[in-house]
């Protein structure tokens, strides 16, 4: 079983920077694709930015080019979202969430993660 904790977030002004944790216990989890959504106050859930197995393999949706970027480290077990340029629509739930590992090791668009985090708050001040 694979557990998933976030931390990281907290209060920053616009402009400013976070990096959010995604710390995994329980297994390695090298080989399993994760992604960082978000939850906006009386909005659905989406997917911000996605890893596979390999650290080349990277998806994110358009409002993150640029700005974030997601990474992993597998000896630590962690998967990091660094985030900049933040803005006040950025505000939101963060979550982690993995899925399970397949031959081709990318993260599948639409396919419901197996393992999710409790979430950390990010709020961005205007």
């Known amino acids: 079983q694979v557990q998933l904790a976030e931390s990281g977030g907290e209060l920053v002004r616009a402009g400013g920077s976070l990096r959010l944790s995604c710390a995994a216990s329980?297994?390695?989890?090298?080989?399993?694709?994760v992604g960082w959504f978000r939850q906006a106050p009386g909005e659905e859930r989406v997917i911000i930015a996605a890893?596979?197995?390999?650290?080349?393999?990277?998806y994110y949706i358009d409002s993150a080019k640029g700005r974030f970027t997601i990474s992993r480290d597998n000896a630590k077990n962690t998967v990091y979202l660094q985030m900049n340029s933040l803005k006040p629509e950025d505000t939101a739930i963060y979550y982690c969430?993995?899925?399970?590992?397949?031959?081709?090791?990318?993260?599948?668009?639409?396919?419901?993660?197996?393992?999710w985090g409790q979430g950390t708050q990010v709020t961005v001040s205007s």
């Open positions: 890893i596979g197995w390999s650290i080349y393999s990277t």
């Open positions: 969430a993995a899925q399970r590992p397949t031959l081709g090791g990318n993260w599948t668009r639409g396919q419901q993660p197996a393992y």
């Open positions: 329980g297994r390695a989890i090298d080989s399993y694709p």
